[in-house]
């Protein structure tokens, strides 16, 4: 809102796009916050989608991004939020403290009796040493609850620098 504020005094139109974006956004995240259960992943996708328009409009230039989803993995069902929490993570930890940004990449993709959904950046990288922070933490419980040993997230650091997590599910 902050922004949107400051972008009517200095570009109305601008205002107006990011304003779309954020009722997009919130058109999509309220009711999944409330039920705190299970959306399909085509919605998940669609409110990340939101935000980052919303955050790419504040960063300009500083942010970029990919979204990879087939067409056949749109409405399997998936757990609400945790996509965001990612993408949040990505945004806040690892490319608002690099001066130049960078990209964030989502990707879905149809494993064997699995679903796999990784969020990469190019940010500062990932200490795999720290202690997950609450939106990792509460991912990973949220999984258990859900799935049981069945679903994991998995951190890793790749030598390129930045950070990849995936959150693996069971397909069926």
Same mark, same amino acid.
């Given at each position: 809102l902050a922004l949107?504020? !400051?972008l009517i005094e200095t570009?109305? %139109?601008q205002a107006a796009i990011v304003h779309t974006h954020l009722i997009k956004y919130l058109r999509s995240a309220l009711p999944q916050i409330r039920e705190k259960s299970r959306s399909n992943l085509g919605q998940q996708i669609e409110m990340s989608r939101a935000y980052l328009n919303i955050m790419q409009a504040r960063m300009q230039e500083r942010l970029t991004y990919s979204i990879e989803l087939p067409s056949e993995l749109e409405h399997l069902v998936f757990p609400s939020m945790m996509i965001q929490t990612l993408v949040e993570n990505s945004i806040k930890h690892?490319? +608002?403290p690099k001066t130049e940004g960078g %990209?964030?990449?989502i990707c879905a993709k149809q494993g064997e009796? +699995?679903?796999l959904l990784? &969020?990469?950046?190019t940010g500062v990288g990932f200490n795999l040493h720290?202690?997950?922070g609450v939106g990792l933490c509460n991912i990973r419980e949220r999984l258990k609850i859900l799935y049981g040993l069945k679903a !994991?997230? &998995?951190v890793e650091a790749p030598g390129s620098g930045g950070a990849s997590l995936t959150i693996h599910i069971p397909s069926n």
């Open positions: 949107i504020g !400051q570009d109305p %139109h690892g490319l +608002e %990209h964030i990449a009796g +699995e679903i990784t &969020v990469n950046d720290a202690d997950d !994991q997230l &998995v």
